[in-house]
């Protein structure tokens, strides 16, 4: 399978299962040939993997698009490497099967399954100059070695290294370090682009770079990426849809909006964004909806407003719940306020951006919290 597949076709913002066209982002150039649009395609079908007693992940089903960007979300110990690992060929299912381009993988070795893949830490070889880390790939596919070096120029111009080919990993920053991990990966022109926690080892500032990067490429050359993390941040920035992971299980499958908006479970809610889970608010809770059984109610800081008693009410009577407290504490974060307020036995937690003219509440006042009833959103205990 694998020369059919080593090409990355550009692709359309919008569409993921769009017809190919011929790439001029490519890594190969005008080597190009076309591609079925099938090809790219990933499904895991009822996978199961034990590790002895261990079950890491539990019968797996799910599927990315050809030109997606998937990321697996999930706390410590949720499944997230080892669903990666099954995917790359490092691990074999202990049940199901995975699928790529409608053809099962299970017989097909990981080094020839022709996708690039960025370990948390870089993995680069460290006697290896950072162009010799990048002509490896294509030395074990036998590339002539002038094609090798236009390659190499081509990508390392394309993630802002040109100049550095002569360094040894050991002379580099950790930004530029995974910048070359990354243009290791796509080196090559795979169809499929594994990432596991990509950018863990890098300060924030440089985190948010790189995701801006990783994004940028991502949409330039159309890859199918699957990206395993454990920063809802990252995941909520990068992705076309979020897989969360919870135990070895997946827990919700949806876009960054709508998990984020309207998360499933009580799980997901926390563990993207925080999340006010009114389960004993002390008041009746108003909503639009009805409750359905075995849920709770939950709203994000974001959506509720704080204001002083006698502050002009900023929420249409008819459509908000409004609800007396005091509150506890203000937590400043530059651009943005904290508030805990308890109303009866809970404690609330709203969040709001600092705008000129309003000052802060103080510990101790009484305040009014009003938010709209259809923020309230029922979820999954
Ligand atoms: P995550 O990447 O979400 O942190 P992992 O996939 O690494 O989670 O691990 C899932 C579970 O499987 C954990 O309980 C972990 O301890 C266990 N596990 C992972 N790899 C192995 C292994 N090679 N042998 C035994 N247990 C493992
Ligand atoms: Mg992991």
Same mark, same amino acid.
């Given at each position: 399978?694998?020369?059919? %597949?080593?090409?990355?076709? /550009?692709? =359309?913002?919008? +569409?993921?299962?769009?017809? !190919?066209?011929? @790439?001029? #982002? ?59 690992? %099954?995917?790359?060929?490092? /691990?074999? =299912?202990?049940? +199901?099967?995975?699928?790529? !381009?409608?053809? @099962?993988? #299970? ?275």
């Amino acid at each position: 399978m694998s020369n059919a %597949l080593a090409f990355i076709n /550009q692709q =359309p913002a919008n +569409g993921f299962a769009s017809v !190919a066209v011929n @790439s001029s #982002a490519s890594i190969a150039g005008n080597e190009a040939k076309e591609k079925d649009v099938a090809l790219a395609q990933i499904e895991f079908r009822n996978v199961t993997k034990n590790y002895g007693s261990v079950a890491a992940v539990k019968d797996l089903s799910l599927s990315v698009s050809r030109g997606e960007f998937l990321t697996i979300l999930g706390p410590s110990g949720s499944g997230k490497t080892t669903t990666l690992m %099954l995917l790359a060929g490092f /691990q074999a =299912p202990s049940q +199901g099967d995975i699928f790529i !381009a409608g053809k @099962s993988v #299970a017989a097909v070795p990981s080094y020839r399954r022709d996708q690039g893949i960025v370990f948390q830490s870089y993995a680069l070889f460290p006697p290896l100059n950072v162009r010799r880390n990048l002509e490896f790939p294509l030395e074990m596919r036998g590339m002539k070695a002038a094609e090798r070096t236009a390659r190499v120029d081509r990508i390392l111009s394309r993630v802002h290294l040109s100049g550095l080919e002569d360094r040894m990993p050991s002379q580099l920053s950790g930004g530029q370090q995974q910048r070359v991990a990354l243009a290791r990966a796509l080196i090559a022109d795979p169809p499929i682009l594994l990432l596991d926690e990509p950018l863990g080892a890098l300060d924030r500032n440089l985190r948010e770079q790189m995701q801006s990067e990783i994004k940028s490429l991502h949409k330039e050359f159309g890859i199918t990426t699957v990206c395993v993390t454990h920063d809802q941040d990252e995941a909520l920035t990068l992705s076309d849809r979020i897989v969360v992971m919870r135990a070895g299980a997946i827990e919700q499958t949806d876009t960054p909006e709508a998990i984020y908006d309207r998360p499933a479970t009580q799980f997901v809610a926390k563990f993207l964004g925080e999340a006010n889970i009114l389960e004993n608010p002390g008041f009746m809770i108003e909503s639009e909806a009805t409750q359905p059984s075995d849920t709770i109610a939950m709203i994000r800081p974001e959506r509720i407003c704080v204001a002083a008693l006698d502050a002009p009410k900023r929420v249409d009577a008819d459509l908000r719940q409004s609800v007396i407290g005091i509150v506890e504490n203000m937590i400043y974060a530059g651009p943005l306020r904290k508030y805990h307020v308890r109303v009866g036995s809970t404690l609330l937690v709203a969040r709001e951006h600092v705008v000129s003219g309003r000052p802060a509440l103080q510990p101790g006042e009484e305040v009014r919290l009003e938010w709209l009833r259809s923020d309230v959103r029922f979820v999954a205990a």
